[in-house]
């Protein structure tokens, strides 16, 4: 039977048949409609707002839409169900734009290009899968080995080794093609581990090959084309491009997502999604780039452990299952039709290997590309997002934690939180007199929420300011009509309807101050155990180097003010951007960097902290602003105590 109703969304204008009762977010997650919904359809976030213009649906109530919200039209996508043809509007804080992370920066070209120049220098430019042109004699009476012992023959001094296979790929119609191109051929050969020829064609095409880097991110997925056949001076990158990750529709985290997966279909439906939005900017790359699919010889892939299992369609579930042990941390080199990639028939697919079920090759990726390996001096790399992983050492020894920090700063369980898009505050700065608030946002729009970068910034104005004290609760002594009573305990105002682009006030209250307080912590305790176990303090680090874009946007001067960052010098704290991207970018160059990253993954010795005693007692410690040690933060207690609010200095060296 055909469905029963018709549900128009806008203001994509599509229009999806649905069957009466079924789920009108699971409607949108089947058509690839997105809808945030941070926690996976489970109504607990309130995110997934949108209005009925037209038709019937039925919906349950939510605490977080109030009359005036009903009598608009607005329910929450979770708890609605088609009762009929409907037309559903997708307001502007419930959307996805994809703009700013087009604008956003992946590394400084400048950064970027010394970082690579100076691994290609030290690693060797010899990509994962060399192109190289063959002139092979004809054979005769005298010379009648096979085609494939021909091949191989020649190829031997070439490629270094004289234990050639040829893929099945290749074999079939070797002997047309050969013929054909009248010996004249370009092939492929993989270098790492096994040498295998993966690629033939006709005449030469040794200078048109190219490599794609992908970092595949909870939340965004970005790639990178790249030339493989410049010299090293010359800029490798032809190409980039990013989109959030299609399955953020089904959970912001990566338990959410895993559960998701225990559904019927789950885990195909979830993999499917993810090599859509990969395939997605892999077309884009050609595009920009006038380049056909046949010319990309392999792709690199860096990302979580979970991420992986699910691009790669392997069970995830053991992964947040005690003692949490994956299927694997390192996959084999396999050809990229085998997840349904749309690159060549033949392009091989390489990925960063990880350490354990928490910490990544996203994250080995990025270690082995910061250069913390290289040196004596101990430094801590940090990446802070839905989970906040830390690595801490230098080229003798490796220790590695993941803390579950929660997805408070990507907009996680914070009424107004919303991922860095436009419309987004990022900066924030208080009056400490009459706590009124000056505000930037992301385009310059009118404000739609509060990105990580902004929430940092507010809850450190407001401490300082003395609005709210070190439990982060609001203080009873405040006279400003913008702290006040809400339905969920005290809250600031940081924005008046009028002044929003969601025709409602946009308020940071003492839910979400505690949320923020319980990620900050976890990452401040998660360093504080690491250093521990190295018989180390803070002190005694010579550089924290922060990676993400999250990373690159925070103030840090506010960020230690609360107690996420420890208190150092400025000059101690190094930001490196996509540190995944940059690491698979130049593996994908370099062989010798791609068996360097797999040597850092092998020689890190991970600590588990989910049932770590000394991790809860250093968690609790760290849930006051800045934390219950004032020793710790002499800089900031001493702004506190001389009462200079908002002016909080830099550490002092």
């Given amino acids: 039977m055909p469905p029963e109703y018709r549900i128009r969304f806008l203001p994509i204008d599509r229009i999806i048949p649905a069957e009466r009762g079924e789920n009108l977010l699971e409607i949108a997650m089947k058509a690839g409609v997105h809808i945030n919904a941070s926690c996976g359809g489970r109504g607990v976030c309130g995110k997934c707002r949108v209005r009925i213009a037209e038709g019937p649906l039925e919906s349950s109530a939510h605490p977080s839409l109030t009359e005036s919200d009903y009598a608009a039209g607005f329910r929450l996508a979770c708890a609605s169900s088609v009762a009929g043809d409907a037309v559903v509007e997708i307001p502007l804080e419930s959307q996805v734009d994809r703009s700013v992370l087009r604008k956003s920066t992946i590394m400084s070209d400048v950064d970027a290009g010394a970082i690579d120049e100076a691994l290609l220098c030290e690693y060797g430019l010899e990509p994962l899968v060399k192109r190289l042109n063959l002139t092979l004699p004809r054979p005769d009476m005298q010379d009648s080995v096979s085609d494939a012992a021909r091949m191989v023959r020649e190829l031997a001094p070439r490629v270094g080794c004289e234990e050639l296979a040829l893929s099945l790929g290749v074999m079939r119609n070797l002997g047309t093609r050969l013929r054909d191109a009248d010996w004249n051929v370009t092939v492929d050969v993989t270098m790492s581990g096994q040498r295998e020829v993966t690629y033939i064609a006709k005449g030469d095409r040794e200078k048109f090959h190219y490599a794609v880097a992908v970092d595949i991110g909870t939340t965004t997925i970005a790639a990178q084309l790249l030339a493989c056949d410049r010299g090293e001076r010359d800029r490798k990158i032809v190409a980039s491009s990013s989109d959030y990750n299609g399955q953020i529709s089904f959970g912001e985290d990566v338990i959410s997502r895993i559960m998701y997966t225990r559904k019927r279909g789950g885990l195909k439906k979830l993999q499917g999604v993810v090599v859509s939005t990969v395939n997605l900017l892999i077309g884009e790359l050609l595009e920009d780039g006038h380049i056909d699919p046949a010319d990309i010889s392999h792709i690199v892939v860096a990302g979580n452990t979970t991420m992986m299992h699910l691009f790669y369609g392997i069970e995830a579930k053991h992964i947040m299952l005690a003692p949490y042990t994956p299927l694997s941390t390192a996959f084999a080199p396999v050809a990229c039709g085998e997840v349904g990639l749309a690159a060549g028939a033949n392009t091989r697919l390489f990925a960063i290997p990880g350490v354990s079920s928490y910490v990544g090759g996203d994250i080995v990726s990025g270690v082995a590309l910061s250069g913390m390996t290289e040196g004596d001096g101990v430094s801590l790399f940090m990446d802070i997002g839905t989970n906040g992983e830390i690595v801490l050492g230098n080229g003798q020894w490796l220790l590695c934690a993941s803390?579950?920090?929660?997805?408070?700063?990507?907009?996680?369980?914070?009424?107004?939180?919303?991922?860095?898009?436009?419309?987004?505050?990022?900066?924030?700065?208080?009056?400490?007199?009459?706590?009124?608030?000056?505000?930037?946002?992301?385009?310059?729009?009118?404000?739609?929420?509060?990105?990580?970068?902004?929430?940092?910034?507010?809850?450190?104005?407001?401490?300082?300011?003395?609005?709210?004290?070190?439990?982060?609760?609001?203080?009873?002594?405040?006279?400003?009509?913008?702290?006040?009573?809400?339905?969920?305990?005290?809250?600031?105002?940081?924005?008046?309807?009028?002044?929003?682009?969601?025709?409602?006030?946009?308020?940071?209250?003492?839910?979400?101050?505690?949320?923020?307080?319980?990620?900050?912590?976890?990452?401040?305790?998660?360093?504080?155990?690491?250093?521990?176990?190295?018989?180390?303090?803070?002190?005694?680090?010579?550089?924290?180097?922060?990676?993400?874009?999250?990373?690159?946007?925070?103030?840090?001067?506010?960020?230690?003010?609360?107690?996420?960052?420890?208190?150092?010098?400025?000059?101690?704290?190094?930001?490196?951007?996509?540190?995944?991207?940059?690491?698979?970018?130049?593996?994908?160059?370099?062989?010798?960097?791609?068996?360097?990253?797999?040597?850092?993954?092998?020689?890190?010795?991970?600590?588990?902290?989910?049932?770590?005693?000394?991790?809860m007692g250093e968690f609790m410690a760290a849930m006051f602003l800045p934390h219950t040690d004032d020793r710790a933060f002499p800089e900031v207690m001493r702004v506190l105590k001389d009462g200079s609010g908002s002016q909080v200095p830099g550490p002092r060296p």
């Fill in 403 to 615: 803390c579950s920090a929660g997805p408070a700063f990507e907009g996680g369980g914070i009424q107004f939180g919303m991922r860095a898009a436009p419309g987004a505050i990022e900066k924030v700065r208080v009056n400490p007199i009459t706590l009124e608030p000056m505000i930037l946002t992301i385009g310059r729009m009118k404000p739609l929420g509060i990105c990580g970068s902004g929430l940092i910034d507010i809850v450190a104005e407001l401490f300082l300011a003395g609005a709210i004290d070190r439990n982060g609760k609001f203080s009873l002594e405040t006279t400003t009509e913008r702290v006040r009573e809400g339905v969920n305990g005290r809250e600031y105002v940081l924005c008046f309807a009028a002044e929003t682009n969601i025709e409602r006030d946009i308020v940071i209250t003492e839910i979400d101050l505690d949320n923020i307080m319980r990620t900050k912590a976890a990452v401040y305790a998660g360093c504080k155990v690491l250093l521990g176990h190295g018989g180390l303090a803070f002190g005694d680090l010579g550089v924290v180097i922060i990676a993400g874009g999250f990373g690159h946007s925070i103030d840090v001067e506010k960020a230690i003010a609360i107690g996420l960052l420890p208190e150092l010098p400025a000059e101690r704290f190094r930001f490196i951007g996509n540190a995944s991207l940059g690491g698979a970018r130049v593996a994908a160059l370099s062989r010798g960097f791609f068996e360097k990253a797999g040597e850092v993954a092998r020689s890190m010795t991970n600590l588990e902290l989910s049932d770590s005693v000394q991790f």
